[in-house]
């Protein structure tokens, strides 16, 4: 079966519902990355409670302290341990969309895995728009579907409200309200 990569997001949503429709066979599985949310834990606990989560051998926090510095856009340690393990040597169902960065633009429909030469991804929407996506969750899934983090058609990802903090030896998370995380 195919191993549908789900993140309680919004193409997430769509990309499961579409797998689902299909009556193909696979198993959604949730990236734990230790730093989520607690409204997307529990958001994906209610709704989609047959989803696994697969928890990586080291939290966020860990990484950071072992790489001595903070992940940034160009430096994206934490994704190769975090988010885009598992799978290995099948086919991966993600929902990246080309319309979300510069680099996603050149990524195509069917590739390898960087990670894994055996693991075959499949992005199944990489050519939507935001606006096919919200319509599709409108018309299929309804509004009841919006997760609590999502502002009207704008999703807030972590590096728009995250901040990492560094006092000392100890890594904090700042949140927008200026709240302190450990």
């Known amino acids: 079966g195919y191993y549908v990569c789900f993140s309680g997001g919004k193409d997430s ?13 696979y198993d959604a599985h949730f990236q734990f990355t230790t730093v989520e949310y607690p409204e ?11 989803v696994k989560w697969d928890i990586p051998k080291l ?14 856009r160009l430096v994206r340690f934490c994704c190769k341990y975090l988010k885009e393990y598992g799978g290995e040597n099948r086919f991966k169902i993600t929902g990246i969309r080309s319309q979300e960065s510069n680099n996603r633009k050149l990524r195509n ?7 894994n030469p055996e693991t075959k991804m499949i992005h199944l929407i990489i050519d939507w728009t935001e606006a096919e996506v919200w319509e599709y969750i409108n018309k ?10 999502y502002r ?13 903090i560094a006092h000392g030896n100890n890594y904090y998370i ?9």
């Open 174 to 182: 700042a949140l927008a309200d200026d709240d302190l995380i450990y």
């Open 109 to 115: 429909k069917f590739e390898y895995d960087k990670n």
């Open 40 to 50: 997307t834990m529990n958001y994906i606990k209610e709704f989609y409670p047959d």
């Open 59 to 72: 939290t966020m926090y860990q990484l950071i302290e072992k790489k001595g510095a903070f992940p940034t």
């Open 13 to 25: 949503q769509v990309i499961l519902d579409l797998v689902k429709k299909s009556g193909c066979k």
């Open 152 to 164: 009207g058609n704008n999703e807030k990802g972590s590096n728009e409200k995250l901040k990492y």
């Open 140 to 149: 299929e899934l309804g509004d009841d579907m919006r997760i609590k983090l």
